[in-house]
């Protein structure tokens, strides 16, 4: 296939494409009250549905960025930045209108991803458990869960995430959201979820993120999964 | 009729040495912009957009709002699109705007490197998917403005384009990854086949010549 034998080239010419990102991405390191958390595994873990290549600019510089616009923004705001990320996303509506939109944005991207890292590096399979029998409960099987998180990232024009939301009650639902928004702005809270914007899935996938959709639950951790379902449960889930 | 994929107006590797390589044009024409015309095709019927232009179709679903969305996502990315291939061109690039565009880009946005900053800006602040655009506005007047995903300013009652920059992820991932600026800035010096914009602009904006 033409893509494929076409690969080497490409990537040499990302190499020096990522050089110069790592030089944008490092102009402003804005000091601030949030920080990026590493990634819990070796970049390679995901391989099974994400490329290490992939994995490395999306945490090193996509998410990096969020966090420094996100410090930025609160750079002059003591008292708001001093809220914990899961509250402050709360209170949007409620920010100045100089830095609501780049909170939305940025605080958004970096909860959302905080939450994208730590639910993968698993081996997928299926769930057990208590979570098992709220996903039978709430949606009749897994693979019904399964197919309906894929459509809501299939179906979501654009950029954005769809999510498995889990109620104080362990009560569990489907939503998709535009761009960096995610159920935490409502109150709610997210039991997982996968990134469907382009830059998640561009380099393995091209324009076929159903294939992505798919594969991803090769990479889920399901301990992980089963970890933020009791602490959902047990009110400490912060994003 | 039906929605039709215009071809390339060049060759897949034609902007390769401009910073938009061959695997990139044969994904973004090839499957995404097909994709965008298939689903449009796919809607005709169900919503009544047979007998229309696709500048009709995409104005009406700006104004349905929320309702319209549907339909915009998809015609207004055709129409996007449609524009966007004509604007680049392998003798695309270069600070020599033809006399009139230059002569309106002075007298309206204070000068070319005026343009070329609100234009860049324009496109990086356009969070996530969608669109910079340079248009001409009611008033006679060019601005600069940015719609998300589908949307363009047909769709929005600002104005016609006669330049558009596609800032989805897959249009500079493969050559840019996640550097929208360097990005921006390749288009505005490389690939805007600026005698083609200043056609836009005598004649007053894109006439796609597609329809339902
Ligand atoms: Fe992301
Ligand atoms: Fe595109």
Known sequence: MRLSSRRGLLLGAGASALVASRAFAQTAPAAGPFTLPPLPYAPEANEAAIDT??????????????????????????????????????????????????????????????????????????????????????????????????????????????????????????????????????????????????????????????????????????????????????????? | MAFSLPPLPYSTTALAGQGMCQETLELHHGKHHNAYVTALNGLVESKGLAGKSLETIVAEAGKAGADGLPVLNQAGQHWNHVLFWQVMSPKGGGDKLPAALAAKIDSDLGGLAAFKEAFKQAGITQFGSGWAWLIIGHDGKLKVTKTPNGANPLSTGEGQPILGVDVWEHAYYLDFRNVRPNYLDNFLTKLVDWDVVEGLLKSGGMKSGQGA
């Open chain 1, 53 to 239: 290549r992939t994995m490395q600019i999306h945490h090193d510089l996509h998410h990096a960025a969020y966090v420094n616009n996100l410090n930025a923004a609160l750079k002059d705001h003591g008292q708001i930045g001093g809220l914990p990320l899961g509250v402050l996303l709360t209170k949007l509506a409620e920010l100045p209108d100089t830095i609501r939109a780049a909170v939305r944005n940025n605080g958004g991207g970096h909860a959302n991803h905080s939450m994208f890292w730590e639910i993968m590096g698993g081996p997928g399979g299926t769930p057990s458990g208590e979570l098992a029998e709220a996903i039978t409960r709430d949606f009749g099987s897994f693979e019904t869960l399964r197919t309906r998180l894929e459509t809501a990232g299939n179906t979501q024009f654009g950029s954005g995430w769809a999510f498995v939301t889990v109620s104080p009650e362990g009560r569990l639902g489907i939503a998709q959201r535009p761009n960096q928004d995610t159920p935490l702005m409502e109150g709610g809270r997210v039991l997982l979820g996968n990134d469907v914007w382009e830059h998640a899935y561009y380099l393995r996938y091209q324009n076929r993120r159903a294939e992505y959709t798919r594969a991803w639950w090769n990479v889920v951790n399901w301990d992980a999964v089963a970890k933020r379902y009791a602490a959902a449960k047990a009110g400490t889930l912060g994003i």
